[in-house]
């Protein structure tokens, strides 16, 4: 018993004074994710020998060649029965800016005056909002590719597009991949997990060095 009171001391003191500097630092990635874009869809086709390409922001979408690339992908998609690329069709994404902003400011919170115990909360917000995020974007891939109009000119069956990697689509190979934004806040994520983690494993030393 003696451990287990010395493990929920531990969790209520404040956090290392270098874990503040390294948290707050973290933020400045997280923040600057905003402004970059997440992920990378890349369309290769003998028509298209420079490839088309389209990029997933945390609140919007756009193409590559000055935003031109998306109408060529939409007449593509159009031949196949895929509905239209439209920012608004990407409006699951919206939460995300907001997600960054609250989890900045639960950063900057745990730096400024946090103990042990929220430091991991703020690891378990990241860990879902990372989670979350990515399963929705899967989610958004899959129905793309699996609603397809069946009066299309070209009949296809429904298919996943590819998450990480490449797969051919038809005479396209497609290739998507994270960009700049993910890995800032991947940067901010693996900062978190580790100043928790760290945290977590001096309060077990400090319960078994405990007496019982």
């Known amino acids: ?7 929920y001391e531990v969790m209520s003191q404040p956090i290392a ?3 503040r500097w390294v948290l ?6 997280l923040v ?15 028509q298209y020998p420079e490839g088309l390409d389209l990029y997933v922001y945390a609140y919007t979408i ?8 998306i109408h060529e992908i939409n007449v593509l998609n159009h031949y196949v029965g895929m509905r239209p690329l439209d920012a608004a069709e990407f409006a699951d994404l919206d939460f995300i ?6 989890l900045a400011l639960l950063a900057l919170r745990v730096a400024a005056i946090g103990d042990v115990r929220s430091l991991i909360d703020l690891a378990v917000l990241t860990a879902y909002f990372g989670l979350f995020s990515l399963g929705r974007f899967v989610y958004m891939l899959y129905t793309y590719g699996h609603n397809l109009d069946p009066k299309a000119p070209i009949h296809m069956d429904g298919f996943m597009p590819p998450l990480f990697g490449s797969r051919e689509v038809g005479n396209f190979v497609v290739a998507s991949y994270p960009s700049p934004a993910t890995v800032l806040i991947g940067l901010f994520a ?3 997990m580790v100043l928790a983690a760290w945290h977590v494993l001096r309060a077990l030393s400090g319960a078994r060095a405990a007496p019982a």
């Open 1 to 7: 018993m003696r451990a287990i009171d010395r493990f």
């Open 17 to 19: 004074p270098w874990s």
């Open 24 to 29: 707050a630092l973290a933020v400045v990635p």
């Open 32 to 46: 600057l994710s905003v402004l970059q874009p997440l992920w990378t869809i890349h369309f290769e086709a003998p």
């Open 62 to 69: 756009e193409g590559g060649n000055e935003g031109n690339d």
């Open 97 to 102: 800016p907001f997600a960054i902003g609250a």
């Open 190 to 192: 693996v900062a978190v």
